[in-house]
């Protein structure tokens, strides 16, 4: 994070271009690098016909398409915001790692059942849940800024939701998991007393 904020700063504002595409986020140092946003595209059937080889293959139709558009950053704040976006969700991701490991130095200890593990679980759980609506946000941003920036003959750019519906479903799970340490801690507790 340090590294690419001194990048940013004391070098151009091209020194440093955040790559929205592929579903993540990827900081590139490279100047001239293009800027990446995830797009999602519908074609024009009769501007860009698809031919079948089949003998009654009928008419095809792509759908559903999503790629990448690749563009020379424009100068001011689209770089900058990117950026920002990038730098939280990276600071975001290290705290959850730091979270993480408190988690497992419990274990090590052998008191895994203390209550700031149902603290620490419970925030990883909401974290991979609100992470994952902060992303899919940035993504549908950089895609209306797509929409509403380039046009191509027989293309017309669109936001489409991406949430990844596992990522949501295992935030639950972690929340469900904190649930069952917080009765873990009861019943620790329960334990010392009774002895």
Known sequence: I???ICLWAFGSPAAVQVNLGGG???????RGAPMTVPVAVTLDADRIPIESSLPDGGRAALRDVRGS???APPPGVV???ALAAALILLAFGLWVIGELRAVFRSFRHGRPFVPANVRRIRMIG???ILGEIVRASIVAAGSVYAMHHFSADGLR???RPDVHVMTVVGGLIVLALAEAFREGVRLDEDRSLTI
């Open 24 to 30: 993540g986020l990827d900081l590139n140092a490279d």
């Open 2 to 4: 340090g590294l690419t």
């Open 126 to 128: 909401w974290a991979m």
């Open 157 to 159: 750019f669109e936001v």
């Open 69 to 71: 558009l690749a563009f």
């Open 79 to 81: 770089p900058t915001a």
